[in-house]
């Protein structure tokens, strides 16, 4: 069965450090999900991707973050530099984007990020 | 701004019993509404996607419904077994097409 790859799985950094995540979606999927969650809080999006172009990143803290989808299948989120804050799980998910009624999201294993 | 708001917050039952978890959200203008389910410190695993036409959605032991006009959900586990203990959440796909996620419910079913 298809899944969606993320790595790291875990990484450690101090702050001011800079961090970046990797995705790769299910074939074929073409919109891509970066989502935030804070350990006992649901997950809460980041940006979203359709094929290369950002559908929305309203919630996306531009001064250290940015996420990029370059040819519409894997995508990269970075973070510089990174603050204790930002200390959680990111996870990454992906849909068909056959419509949006029946567009069931795929998650990936998600990143634990603990900044020093 | 979309709202979602489960309740409770955390159960704790003894195995065997049928359980009913709470789902609402603010503004019924949705495409979709997705039930899931998270084991500690993993990724989030789907249960099952109700659309905005429909009322329920069955899969084995779960049973999902929804009354868009209300806000409402309800996610039904019949028979609870130990294996089903994990943080439940749902998530609407609102009007803009961005989906918003409730805080989860923790559940232990306990032998």
């Known amino acids: 069965e298809a899944e969606v790859a993320q790595s790291p799985r875990y990484k450690i950094t101090e702050k001011s450090q800079a961090v970046a995540f990797w995705c790769d979606p299910i074939?074929?999927?073409?919109?891509l999900y970066w989502y935030r969650q804070i350990l006992g809080q649901g997950p809460e999006l980041l940006v979203q991707?359709?094929?290369?172009?950002?559908?929305?990143d309203s919630q996306l803290p531009k001064d250290r973050f940015s996420a990029e989808r370059l040819k519409g299948v894997d995508s990269t989120l970075k973070i510089q530099p990174a603050e204790l804050g930002d200390s959680a799980m990111y996870l990454c998910a992906s849909s068909t984007a056959g419509g949006p009624s029946t567009d069931t999201q795929y998650f990936g294993p998600g990143t634990r990020l603990t900044v020093l | 701004k979309q709202e979602v708001t489960q309740i409770p917050a955390a159960l704790s039952v003894p195995e065997g019993e049928n359980l009913v978890l709470n789902c609402s959200f603010t503004d019924s203008a949705i495409y979709n509404l997705q039930w899931f389910r998270q084991d500690p410190g993993k990724g989030l695993t789907s249960l099952l996607l109700?659309?905005?036409?429909?009322r329920e959605q069955t899969s084995g032991r779960l049973n999902a419904s929804l009354d868009k006009s209300s806000g409402r959900s309800t996610l039904y586990i019949a028979a609870s077994q130990p294996g089903d203990s994990a943080t439940y959440l749902c998530a609407v796909m609102g009007g803009s097409y961005i989906p918003t996620f409730g805080r989860g419910t923790s559940l232990i079913v306990h032998p």
């Open positions: 991707f359709q094929d290369e172009s950002v559908v929305d």
């Open positions: 109700i659309q905005s036409s429909q």
């Open positions: 074939s074929g999927h073409a919109t």
